[in-house]
Structure formats: C-alpha cells, structure tokens
C-alpha cells in the first residue's frame, strides 16, 4: 500500500479514521453511541505519539511523526485506538491510565496494549538529545538538561543500581 506524500493529508487521514474508529468503539460498547465523537487536535513538538484529555474529550497527535513513514503507520491505528480507548474506558468505567479495563477494549479492538511506542524520535522538535554516561553496570542515556547539569558541576547523577557517580562514555 503506498502511503499519502503530504502531511496535510495524512493528517486528514488521520482525523478521519479517529472518526470511523470511534463508530467500532460504540459498535462494541453501545453505551458509547450517547458519547461524542472526540475532538482532534494536533501536538507540535515532544516525543509522545498521542494523548487523551479526558476532561475536554480530545485526543492528540504528534504532526512532526506524521512526515515520517514509521511515524504514520504507528499513529495510524495504534496510537489512535489507543488514545480512543483512554476515553471509552474513562466513559463505561472510569477508569484512568493502562488499566485492564484499557486493555480489554484495545484488545477487543486488535490492537496490542503497549505503553509506548518504539520509534526513534531523534529529530523531531522538542526532543532533547541523549547523551552516554557509564558506570560499572553498563551505559545509561542522559537528557541535554542533565548532561548540562553535570557540565557546569550543579549535580551530580548516581546509577540506581550501583549507586556510582556516572561518567561521561566514548562518543
């Protein structure tokens, strides 16, 4: 299947199957035909694939992954079932978070209940760098802000596990 070039349109693909995915959420949970259909709105920057706001009824998406191929194909449906089921089980159940109750209507759906996605967000705006510290455990990444930290001598950063001071690695 080839994939649409444009982000203008995979973003209107993407609002558009938000609608048509919403229709099989009250299709298999007929309490949810009463509910709206949630309002898409779109994130500018971070490393989050979507969100759901549970008090305004909307679900976000990250545009930035949209200029990318893998971005798109996890968006779409993944992330869209996912954050659809955040406010469906919010609506039947009140629940809150990656409860089973979230993860019986992904299921239910077809979609696997991840957490998270695994896409390497280097590049995209508002995702800071990560930089390589070790200690005797192994290598561990550290954000921009933290690496700057260490770089000015403001703090100090310790392994969980070990408890060593962590030491800048070999780039």
Same mark, same amino acid.
């Given at each position: 299947?080839?994939?649409?070039?444009?982000?203008?349109?995979?973003?209107?693909?993407?609002?558009?199957?938000?609608? *048509? !995915?919403? =229709?099989?959420?009250?299709?298999?949970?007929?309490?949810?035909? #009463?509910?709206?259909?949630?309002? %898409?709105?779109? /994130?500018?920057?971070?490393?989050?694939?979507?969100?759901?706001?549970?008090?305004?009824?909307?679900?976000?998406?990250?545009?930035?992954?949209?200029?990318?191929?893998?971005?798109?194909?996890?968006?779409?449906?993944?992330?869209?079932?996912?954050?659809?089921?955040?406010?469906?089980?919010?609506?039947?159940?009140?629940?809150?978070?990656?409860?089973? *109750? !979230?993860? =019986?209507?992904?299921?239910?759906?077809?979609?696997?209940?991840? #957490?998270?996605?695994?896409?390497? %967000?280097?590049? /995209?705006?508002?995702?800071?760098?990560?930089?390589?510290?070790?200690?005797?455990?192994?290598?561990?990444?550290?954000?921009?802000?933290?690496?700057?930290?260490?770089?000015?001598?403001?703090?100090?950063?310790?392994?969980?596990?070990?408890?060593?001071?962590?030491?800048?690695?070999?780039?």
């Amino acid at each position: 299947m080839s994939l649409p070039a444009s982000v203008a349109e995979r973003t209107r693909i993407v609002e558009q199957e938000t609608q *048509a !995915w919403w =229709g099989r959420f009250a299709t298999a949970y007929p309490k949810l035909e #009463r509910a709206r259909t949630p309002r %898409v709105e779109w /994130l500018r920057r971070g490393s989050t694939a979507g969100r759901a706001d549970l008090r305004r009824w909307v679900v976000a998406f990250n545009r930035p992954m949209l200029r990318r191929e893998d971005g798109f194909r996890i968006i779409l449906p993944d992330t869209v079932v996912h954050e659809l089921a955040h406010l469906a089980a919010f609506h039947l159940y009140d629940s809150r978070g990656h409860d089973a *109750a !979230w993860r =019986g209507m992904m299921e239910r759906m077809g979609i696997p209940p991840r #957490r998270t996605h695994d896409l390497d %967000v280097t590049g /995209l705006p508002g995702v800071q760098r990560r930089w390589r510290y070790r200690c005797d455990c192994g290598e561990v990444q550290l954000s921009t802000t933290r690496h700057n930290r260490i770089l000015r001598g403001t703090q100090i950063y310790r392994c969980t596990r070990c408890r060593q001071q962590l030491e800048r690695a070999e780039e």
